[in-house]
């Protein structure tokens, strides 16, 4: 399929979409190192008119706990973060993520950093993203080798949230019954090019709609509006991205 | 010099080989001019707590081999890739690990400071990190109806060990609103603290100071070690050295590498 000139990045699309996931919720968590996410948070917060409310993790400034790294965690315990973004270095079809190691866990052949608060988050966010942008049978697979947090649990097992969707450079999936179905297609990519480099067996219906493309209205309100915001948390990304440069100070800040 | 006010080396001297020595995250003023002594010192066989997860810091110690246990949730070197001593180690099997989720960190720190035996948490049933773990348990909550919950044994480092922007001479240290290092100071038998400063003054003394301020109660000993977090940042000071992580992270990635980055920034003593 070739795709037609396209006046938007794959960025911006992306942000887009996962805004439009984040709906109408109170407080919405964005972790460390998560750039696109971030930018649909904001994005979503300017659509919002001031909701939801939004935490960049790692950033003083757009962050308001003040009791300790705990409070995050006490928060979403409580029911006080209703959207949260996951990644994994695998994910398989059944939710599952991998943030620790591939092969045996008593001898990896490959070590990733950690769970980080996975095993906790995944289960008391009501809305858990997941996010990867490498689509691949590398990343996406059909059993991960390590379940850091786990897509689905025993119905006794106390769990108000776990995963909504998953999102990735090519497409769209929804998560709903322990099963992903292929929501929409990124412009640009193919139903069968999914199939291709997805590890897992999926749901999906006759005709598999295209992932609409950010309107001009948004694409106006994330590159004037939402990307400067962005560059005091993610410089390098709002230059490479939006072009946005800001004065050294602003940019440096610490934390 | 008397009081709490001691040289570096004389304050890390309650760190013995084989302590359990609890540690902050890589944002919330990691003790680096300290790791660097504790280095040069050869300290054997620690029992490393990172809360929940650290950077630089475990990565150094692991490749120094000072490590024999590493108890957290992750360690990377964030933007500048991942912890390539850490990865080697787990892959190579050198080292023991506990691989936790954060929030069960903190609990089981704060257990400790409450003076009882466990905690509960929710999540992690189901989950292979639990798996892995012989010493959390799951019951079914004598307050439910058919509800597992996780306990989480309390966890009491012999040692906690932090940078704070400064302390007085009473011994008291401002950690402003990096609450964790509250918990860690309370949870632990022994705190040791290196400071950017001291303070002249009275800490607790000053009611806007006070809020953010560890009593000296709770502390061992501080040592003075100016940009003590160097390369890493403090919070609402000063940011991290990217240059100099960059560089870590590039030497570091072969064992010689790491060998040669020691020589020059851990043995040899930075000017300061």
């Known amino acids: 399929m070739n795709a037609a000139p396209r006046d938007f990045r794959s960025e911006e699309l992306l942000a887009d979409v996962i805004a439009r996931l984040i709906g109408d919720v109170r407080h919405v968590a964005v972790g460390n190192a998560s750039p696109i996410p971030a930018t649909a948070a904001l994005l979503a917060r300017e659509r919002g008119h001031g909701r939801p409310y939004v935490s960049l993790l790692g950033s003083p400034k757009n962050t308001f706990w003040t009791d300790g790294a705990r409070e995050l965690f006490d928060c979403a315990g409580q029911g006080r973060i209703d959207v949260f973004f996951l990644s994994g270095g695998q994910i398989d079809g059944h939710g599952n993520v991998n943030l620790v190691s591939t092969g045996d866990y008593a001898y990896p052949k490959v070590r990733f950093p950690g769970s980080f608060g996975s095993a906790y988050l995944y289960y008391v966010v009501p809305k858990v993203i997941l996010f990867r942008?490498?689509?691949?049978?590398?990343?996406?697979?059909?059993?991960?080798?390590?379940?850091?947090?786990?897509?689905?649990?025993?119905?006794?097992?106390?769990?108000?949230?776990?995963?909504?969707?998953?999102?990735?450079?090519?497409?769209?999936?929804?998560?709903?019954?322990?099963r992903f179905t292929l929501d929409s297609v990124h412009p640009?990519?193919?139903?069968?090019?999914?199939?291709?480099?997805?590890?897992?067996?999926?749901?999906?219906?006759?005709?598999?709609?295209?992932?609409?493309?950010?309107?001009?209205?948004?694409?106006?309100?994330?590159?004037?509006?939402?990307?400067?915001?962005?560059a005091e948390v993610y410089p390098q990304f709002a230059a490479q991205v939006f072009g946005i440069t800001l004065p050294l100070s602003a940019g440096t800040a610490s934390g | 010099m008397s009081g709490p006010i001691k040289s570096l080396d004389e304050a890390l001297a309650c760190i013995a080989d084989g302590a359990m020595l609890v540690v902050p995250r890589e944002v919330s003023g990691v003790p680096m001019a300290a790791t660097r002594a504790l280095i040069r010192r050869g300290v054997k066989r620690l029992h490393l707590v990172a809360l929940p997860t650290s950077s630089l810091q475990a990565d150094l110690l692991i490749g120094a081999g000072c490590i024999d246990t590493l108890e957290t949730s992750a360690v990377s070197l964030g933007e500048f890739g991942p912890a390539p001593r850490f990865s080697a180690a787990v892959i190579s099997g050198t080292i023991k690990m506990k691989d936790a989720t954060c929030p069960a960190l903190h609990a089981a720190l704060q257990a400790s400071e409450k003076g009882v035996p466990?905690?509960?948490?929710?999540?992690?049933?189901?989950?292979?990190?639990?798996?892995?773990?012989?010493?959390?348990?799951?019951?079914?909550?004598?307050?439910?109806?058919?509800?597992?919950?996780?306990?989480?044994?309390?966890?009491?480092?012999?040692?906690?060990?932090?940078?704070?922007?400064?302390?007085?001479?009473?011994?008291?240290?401002?950690?402003?609103?990096?609450?964790?290092?509250?918990?860690?100071?309370?949870?632990?038998?022994?705190?040791v603290v290196t400071v950017d400063k001291i303070h002249d003054g009275n800490l607790l003394g000053d009611p806007?100071?006070?809020?953010?301020?560890?009593?000296?109660f709770y502390v061992e000993s501080i040592a003075i070690a100016n940009r003590g977090a160097w390369p890493l940042g403090l919070p609402d000071h000063y940011g991290v050295d990217a240059e100099h992580l960059a560089l870590y992270a590039r030497m570091a990635a072969t064992a010689e590498g790491f060998a040669e980055y020691l020589d020059r920034y851990v043995y040899e003593r930075r000017a300061a």
């Open chain 1, 133 to 178: 942008t490498e689509h691949s049978r590398r990343t996406l697979v059909p059993k991960v080798d390590f379940i850091s947090a786990p897509g689905t649990n025993a119905p006794n097992v106390f769990r108000p949230g776990g995963p909504i969707a998953l999102i990735t450079n090519r497409c769209l999936f929804g998560f709903a019954q322990g």
């Open chain 1, 188 to 230: 640009g990519h193919t139903v069968d090019e999914v199939i291709e480099h997805t590890g897992f067996e999926f749901e999906r219906t006759a005709a598999v709609p295209q992932t609409p493309p950010p309107s001009p209205e948004t694409l106006k309100l994330m590159r004037e509006v939402v990307a400067p915001q962005l």
């Open chain 2, 118 to 191: 466990f905690m509960p948490l929710r999540g992690l049933i189901g989950s292979d990190v639990l798996k892995h773990r012989d010493d959390w348990k799951v019951i079914d909550s004598p307050f439910g109806n058919d509800d597992p919950i996780v306990l989480l044994p309390a966890i009491k480092p012999d040692v906690a060990l932090i940078h704070a922007p400064m302390a007085d001479a009473q011994g008291n240290v401002w950690i402003g609103r990096q609450r964790e290092l509250a918990t860690m100071a309370h949870a632990a038998t022994r705190t």
């Open chain 2, 208 to 216: 806007l100071l006070a809020a953010g301020t560890l009593p000296g």
